[in-house]
């Protein structure tokens, strides 16, 4: 079991970075992979980036180029650079996590509000 708690969402303007952070506790060593998801006002769920096994990433064509995902083994910890932001990134941003490659993303974090002002 693992449990996430994110945090680094904030109000900026559009250009700026920033980074957003996930710690996760628990069972934190079984973890097969970490993600990052988003959900915009009155839109769907949608996926960001995620990190399998620490090395392999993807990321969604909307982000791809702005935003980076990596992870800090020693802090159990995963972060998400975002440069670049634009309008459309305005979402609560969840922190996500699975065991395996079998069954979907398991474990939820509570969100982190990014709001990106024009």
């Known amino acids: 079991q693992v449990q996430l708690v994110e945090s680094g969402g904030r109000v900026v303007q559009a250009g700026d970075s920033l980074r957003l952070s996930c710690a996760a506790s628990?069972?934190?060593?079984?973890?097969?992979?970490m993600g990052w998801f988003r959900q915009a006002p009155g839109k769907e769920r949608e996926f960001v980036a995620s990190?399998?096994?620490?090395?392999?990433?993807n990321y969604a064509n909307s982000v791809k180029g702005r935003f980076t995902i990596s992870g800090d083994n020693a802090k159990n910890t995963v972060y998400l650079q975002m440069n670049s932001l634009k309008p459309e990134d305005t979402a609560v941003y969840h922190c996500a996590a699975r065991l395996s490659s079998v069954y979907g993303w398991q474990y939820w974090g509570q969100g982190t509000q990014v709001t990106v002002s024009s």
């Open positions: 990190i399998t096994w620490g090395f392999t990433t």
């Open positions: 628990g069972r934190t060593f079984s973890t097969y992979s």
